[in-house]
C-alpha cells in the first residue's frame, strides 16, 4: 500500500510541474525572432566578424544539391554539388558595425547567418579590426530570476505534495478502521 501512496505523490508532483513548465515557456516567445536556421544541411561563415575587404569562408555540409550563398555584402557564390566549401570578398564601402544577413540556399530549403562588418580595412594597420564577443540566443534566464514566478512554482509544487499527503493519510485511516 506504501508504494501506491509514494506514486501517487510522484504523479501529483509531476502533473503540478507540467502544468507550471508552459507557462513560463511561454513568457520567452515574442522576445526574439523564431529560429530560421532549422535545415535539413549544415552552413557557416568564417570569420562572422571580419573588416569592409576582407574575404570570409562559406562552407556547408549535408546538401545533395548546388547551393547559392547570397548577402547585401558580397556578390552571389555558388558551392556547386560534391563541394562543401567556397569564398567571397565582403565589399569595401560596407559601413563599419553593421550587420549583414547570409543567406545560404540548398535546393527549395534555406537558411541564414548573420556577418558583422567590423571597423578598419584588412591593409590598414591603422585602423585595426573591431573584436567583439559570441552572439547568444535570448533563451534561459536572459532577464534574471523573477521571484514571482519562482513563489508560484514552490506554491503549486508544495500544494501538490501536501494534497497527496493529505489523501495517503486520510486513506490509510480509512484502512486501520
Not at 89 to 108: L, N, R, S
Request: proline letters at 5%; one cysteine or more.
Amino acid at each position: 500500500m506504501r508504494a501506491i501512496r509514494v506514486a501517487s505523490a510522484a504523479l501529483l508532483g509531476m502533473t503540478a510541474l507540467t502544468l507550471a513548465m508552459p507557462v513560463a515557456v511561454a513568457e520567452g516567445e515574442g522576445d526574439h525572432e523564431p529560429d530560421r536556421n532549422i535545415t535539413s544541411f549544415g552552413f557557416d561563415v568564417s570569420p562572422s566578424t571580419i573588416a569592409a575587404g576582407g574575404r570570409v569562408s562559406l562552407s556547408v555540409n549535408g546538401c545533395k544539391k548546388e547551393t547559392k550563398v547570397s548577402s547585401g555584402v558580397f556578390d552571389t557564390v555558388t558551392i556547386h554539388k560534391g563541394q562543401s566549401n567556397a569564398s567571397a570578398t565582403v565589399d569595401w564601402d560596407a559601413k563599419p558595425g553593421a550587420v549583414y544577413e547570409v543567406t545560404f540556399q540548398c535546393g527549395h530549403e534555406s537558411g541564414h547567418t548573420d556577418l558583422t562588418i567590423a571597423g578598419g580595412r584588412p591593409d590598414d594597420p591603422t585602423h585595426p579590426p573591431v573584436h567583439r564577443g559570441v552572439k547568444a540566443g535570448v533563451g534561459g534566464t536572459a532577464g534574471g530570476f523573477d521571484l514571482g514566478e519562482i513563489g508560484l512554482g514552490a506554491a503549486l509544487i508544495a500544494g501538490s505534495v501536501g494534497a497527496a499527503y493529505h489523501w495517503s493519510r486520510r486513506r490509510a485511516g480509512e484502512n486501520s478502521g
